[in-house]
């Protein structure tokens, strides 16, 4: 389907059936150039690429090296999930287990919907980091 979209993008279907949907949280300073990325065609074949790859990926993940212990990591998600979506599900069980994979780990939730967190929450970024680096 995605690459379906990709086409299409090349001949702006997509962009004058007003098939991207933002996040109502999204600033309107971002809204013009996300909607420029959803319509672009090389970002939609982008998302096929990696949502192909995933299944690899994941499998590169079980095969990882421990990691150390002497590195504080922050995960930073979302608080919302879509249930029903098997991508979100796979994203959020690694996330469950990078943070149990060192001690020093810890994972923050935004309320924010947007996948430009350093650009809607850059607090909650900075705040991340502070906590990392303060500690070691």
Known sequence: MLRLGAFSAKFGIP????????PSDVSEVLRDELLANAYNSSSIRTIADEAEALPQILVQF????????????????????????????????????????NSDTSITYSVSTNHFLQLA??????????????RH
């Open 15 to 22: 962009r004058m059936l007003g098939l991207a949907k933002l």
């Open 62 to 101: 079980e095969n990882l090296p421990d990691l150390r212990q002497d590195i504080p990591v922050r995960v930073i998600s979302r608080a919302l999930f879509e249930d029903d979506n098997e991508i979100e599900n796979a994203w959020r069980t690694g996330q469950d287990n990078l943070s149990a994979l």
């Open 121 to 134: 929450e850059p607090d909650l970024i900075a705040n991340a980091v502070r906590d990392a680096t303060v």
